[in-house]
C-alpha cells in the first residue's frame, strides 16, 4: 500500500501489485483484512446493523497510467484535507 484515504463511505487505496495479482483479488484481500480488524474491535456491529456483511462488495479500480505515482499520492494526501 503506497498511500490510503478515508471518507465517510469510502476508502481509497494506493497500491502497486505485480500483474500476476488481479484487482479484484487484492479488493477481496483488503476487504477481507479490514473486516477482520473491524469485526475484533467492535464485535457486536454485525449484530447490530443486521447484515452479516460490513460493506458491499462493489468496488471500483483505476490504473495510474499517464500520471506518476507521486501525483495519486499526493491527490489522496490532499483529499484528506477537505
Not at 14 to 22: E, L, M, Q
Not at 54 to 67: D, E, M
Request: charged share 20%; glycine share 6%; proline share 5%.
Amino acid at each position: 500500500m503506497l498511500a490510503l484515504e478515508t471518507d465517510v463511505d469510502h476508502i481509497h487505496f494506493f497500491v502497486s501489485a505485480p500483474p500476476k495479482d488481479s484487482p479484484s483479488k487484492i479488493v477481496g484481500l483488503l476487504n477481507g483484512h479490514r473486516s477482520k480488524k473491524v469485526r475484533a474491535q467492535f464485535p457486536a456491529l454485525a449484530k447490530a446493523t443486521g447484515q452479516a456483511q460490513l460493506w458491499t462488495s462493489a468496488y471500483y479500480v483505476g490504473t495510474a497510467g499517464q500520471v506518476n505515482a507521486e501525483v495519486i499520492r499526493r491527490y489522496i494526501m490532499e483529499c484528506q484535507r477537505t
